[in-house]
């Protein structure tokens, strides 16, 4: 039998050697992660990672040899789909979450669009959040080397600093990490493997809704306020998170649905590989009293949804948007245009998804 309400689906990634398989193993003896689906991705012709995993078969599906993040995606798919049947027949009599342990090669953003993309899979699991574990040793240099460590990184909702038992307490390096990663990504807590006791529950439940509460829970998902911390070190533009922008929209008036809709669609048809990822919750005109949470990767939205109130007294619009290489004021202004302006007739969509430079008052 189904649960009443849709199953918490994780993302755990991180680049190679980032201490993931430690992380998960440690994970997995927690007894607050009972009744937990694992679902590991292997890379290459041998698997190893699976038999590091210290969980009984039952508990573990391993993915056929190939990249997560392309040759076995609609695998994916077919292995949430498979749990959803176990359950409804039942031969799983509970599952409480999906843990995705990606390869570390993997870009994140196909993943989350394998669960969010899919019209029957988003109403039996709801995208809990993305956590990238980071090497304490040489992060820095992973960083530094390899673009994929980055979009991990800048699409994570928590960041697990492993392997911190092997550098100093008060390192320099340490310290110099952590705040790069905080440039690349400023609304994700860094959490220490080695010293948060509460390891679970400070990774997991980092999505809108909010178990306890049984209601969304905006402040904890959007982490806004972090985003409004301007940054304004020198960045070498030969390191790739010099190309990262994170930033936060904010309209203080209802916006028209219609202009909501135009620059969501606008948006990801022309700059799709260059929006990681954008989030929010939106103040529509129709209705003001009920928002409208907006969740996206690249070009793949999750079907907005309706909350029944607003979770607290900011009745602000607001939009996370995390980008590579898309300059944070060409997305401002193309907000604006739409957002400062009468509403675009509609039969003028595709000619502005075309030509943006048609959006009257647009200037990029």
């Given at each position: 039998m189904?649960?009443?309400?849709?199953?918490?689906?994780?993302?755990?990634?991180g680049?190679?050697?980032?201490?993931?398989?430690?992380?998960?193993n440690?994970?997995?003896?927690?007894?607050?992660?009972?009744?937990?689906?694992?679902?590991i991705?292997?890379f290459?012709d041998?698997?190893?990672?699976?038999?590091?995993?210290?969980?009984s078969s039952?508990?573990?599906?391993e993915?056929?040899?190939?990249?997560?993040c392309?040759?076995v995606?609609?695998?994916?798919?077919?292995?949430?789909?498979?749990?959803v049947?176990?359950?409804?027949?039942?031969?799983?009599?509970?599952l409480?979450r999906?843990?995705?342990?990606?390869?570390?090669?993997?870009?994140?953003a196909?993943?989350?669009?394998?669960?969010?993309?899919?019209?029957?899979?988003?109403?039996?699991?709801?995208?809990?959040?993305?956590?990238?574990?980071?090497?304490?040793?040489?992060?820095?240099?992973?960083?530094?080397?390899?673009?994929?460590?980055?979009?991990?990184?800048?699409?994570?909702?928590?960041?697990?600093?492993?392997?911190?038992?092997?550098?100093?307490?008060?390192?320099?390096?340490?310290?110099?990490?952590?705040?790069?990663?905080r440039?690349?990504?400023?609304?994700?807590?860094?959490?220490r493997?080695?010293?948060?006791?509460?390891?679970?529950?400070?990774?997991?439940?980092?999505?809108?809704?909010?178990?306890e509460?049984?209601?969304?829970?905006?402040a904890?998902w959007l982490r806004?306020?972090?985003y409004?911390?301007?940054?304004?070190h020198?960045?070498?533009v030969?390191?790739?998170?010099?190309?990262?922008?994170?930033?936060?929209?904010?309209?203080?008036?209802?916006?028209?649905?219609?202009?909501?809709?135009?620059?969501?669609?606008?948006?990801?048809?022309?700059?799709?590989?260059?929006?990681?990822?954008?989030?929010?919750i939106?103040?529509?005109?129709?209705?003001?009293d009920?928002p409208?949470?907006?969740?996206?990767?690249?070009?793949?939205?999750?079907?907005?949804?309706?909350?029944?109130?607003?979770?607290?007294?900011?009745?602000?619009?607001?939009?996370?948007?995390?980008?590579?290489?898309?300059?944070?004021?060409?997305?401002?202004?193309?907000?604006?245009?739409?957002?400062?302006?009468?509403q675009?007739?509609?039969?003028?969509?595709?000619?502005?998804?075309?030509?943006?430079?048609?959006?009257p008052?647009?200037?990029?």
């Amino acid at each position: 039998m189904m649960p009443a309400t849709p199953i918490p689906v994780s993302i755990l990634t991180g680049f190679l050697g980032s201490g993931k398989t430690t992380l998960l193993n440690r994970l997995l003896k927690d007894p607050a992660l009972r009744d937990t689906a694992v679902i590991i991705n292997e890379f290459g012709d041998v698997g190893i990672d699976h038999l590091l995993v210290e969980q009984s078969s039952d508990g573990v599906i391993e993915l056929s040899d190939g990249c997560l993040c392309c040759t076995v995606r609609g695998e994916l798919v077919d292995t949430l789909a498979d749990l959803v049947e176990r359950l409804q027949t039942g031969s799983i009599g509970a599952l409480a979450r999906v843990v995705v342990e990606t390869t570390g090669l993997a870009d994140p953003a196909p993943v989350l669009h394998a669960i969010m993309g899919h019209p029957v899979l988003v109403r039996h699991f709801r995208l809990d959040g993305v956590v990238v574990a980071v090497d304490a040793v040489n992060g820095d240099s992973t960083l530094d080397h390899h673009e994929e460590a980055i979009k991990q990184v800048a699409v994570a909702d928590r960041i697990v600093l492993t392997k911190t038992d092997l550098v100093a307490p008060a390192s320099s390096r340490l310290a110099a990490l952590t705040e790069r990663l905080r440039r690349i990504n400023p609304g994700a807590p860094q959490i220490r493997a080695d010293e948060d006791a509460a390891l679970v529950g400070g990774l997991f439940e980092c999505g809108l809704y909010d178990p306890e509460t049984k209601s969304a829970d905006v402040a904890r998902w959007l982490r806004d306020e972090a985003y409004g911390q301007r940054h304004d070190h020198h960045h070498d533009v030969n390191r790739h998170d010099a190309r990262i922008r994170a930033f936060t929209l904010t309209e203080d008036r209802p916006v028209d649905p219609a202009a909501l809709e135009m620059f969501v669609d606008l948006l990801r048809s022309s700059q799709a590989e260059h929006l990681l990822r954008m989030k929010g919750i939106v103040c529509l005109s129709d209705d003001p009293d009920r928002p409208v949470v907006v969740h996206g990767v690249q070009s793949i939205f999750h079907p907005p949804a309706r909350l029944d109130a607003w979770p607290g007294t900011d009745r602000r619009s607001r939009l996370v948007v995390i980008t590579r290489d898309l300059e944070e004021d060409f997305v401002r202004r193309l907000f604006r245009a739409f957002t400062d302006r009468p509403q675009v007739d509609m039969p003028d969509r595709q000619a502005l998804a075309n030509n943006p430079l048609a959006i009257p008052g647009f200037k990029p």
